[in-house]
């Protein structure tokens, strides 16, 4: 089972649409979780980092952690054209572990069509 | 003012070249990356170096050479291209090695012919 899951997609929606964005990780031991966003021919930038479960929120974005069933998500509100790109998860556990560093899921291709 | 800077940005060259990425932060950070992003966008870590010294080194051909001759510069070197090597190589930096907040350069796009 690959450490970090996430599916590919593409994902295409109308404008003002929600949009959810999930992946899943096997490993226990991972507890920081970032959602980083890559537009094209772009490197990724963070868009979210979280380290407990729960929410967190941030404008039209949302990023909810839920480690009892090793799922992260990240909900886009309103969703606007300039929101297509590519959504990668991205997992790591605590320093000095064996998972301390970053491990991204294979990111979402998604597009907001207005 | 570019915070993670990586030259070239587009590498075409044969099979068997050696070839050289340089990347340059001016960000402060003591923790710099090379990631690897192939064809179907999975963004894979190859090396990590904290203030100068090498702190990640995933299972990467020795074809791939990294050496950071400060901790604001990080450069791979490549030997003996091959097919296999077309990607895209992303540089990054982080304030430290306990960070998940990483600071990606526009990435360089090579392609072996």
């Known amino acids: 089972q690959k450490e970090v899951e996430q599916d590919p997609g593409p994902l295409s929606v109308p404008e003002g649409a929600i949009v959810s964005l999930n992946c899943t990780y096997s490993?226990?031991?991972?507890?920081?979780f970032m959602w980083y966003r890559q537009y094209s021919r772009k490197g990724p930038e963070l868009l979210m980092y979280?380290?407990?479960?729960g929410n967190k929120e941030d404008g039209r974005f949302t990023a909810q952690v839920d480690k009892s069933s090793k799922y992260i998500s990240l909900f886009i509100r309103d969703s606007q054209p300039s929101d297509s790109a590519t959504y990668l998860c991205?997992?790591?556990?605590?320093?000095?572990?064996?998972?301390?560093?970053?491990?991204f899921g294979k990111g979402t291709l998604l597009t907001v069509n207005p | 003012d570019t915070a993670v800077s990586q030259t070239p940005k587009y590498l075409v060259t044969q099979m068997g070249n050696d070839k050289s990425i340089k990347c340059e932060q001016n960000?402060?950070?003591?923790?710099m990356y090379w990631y690897k992003q192939d064809s179907k966008k999975f963004l894979k870590i190859m090396f990590s170096?904290?203030?100068?010294?090498?702190?990640i080194n995933e299972t990467v051909p020795n074809r791939f050479s990294p050496k950071s001759p400060d901790k604001a510069h990080l450069n791979l070197h490549i030997n003996s291209l091959e097919l296999g090597d077309s990607a895209v190589y992303f540089c990054?930096?982080?304030?430290?090695?306990?960070?998940?907040?990483?600071?990606f350069g526009e990435g360089s796009r090579l392609t072996v012919l």
């Open positions: 991205a997992i790591r556990g605590f320093s000095g572990g064996s998972n301390y560093k970053l491990t």
């Open positions: 490993n226990s031991a991972f507890q920081y």
């Open positions: 979280t380290y407990s479960s």
């Open positions: 960000l402060g950070h003591d923790t």
């Open positions: 170096y904290n203030n100068k010294e090498l702190i």
């Open positions: 990054a930096s982080s304030r430290d090695e306990n960070t998940g907040e990483l600071f």
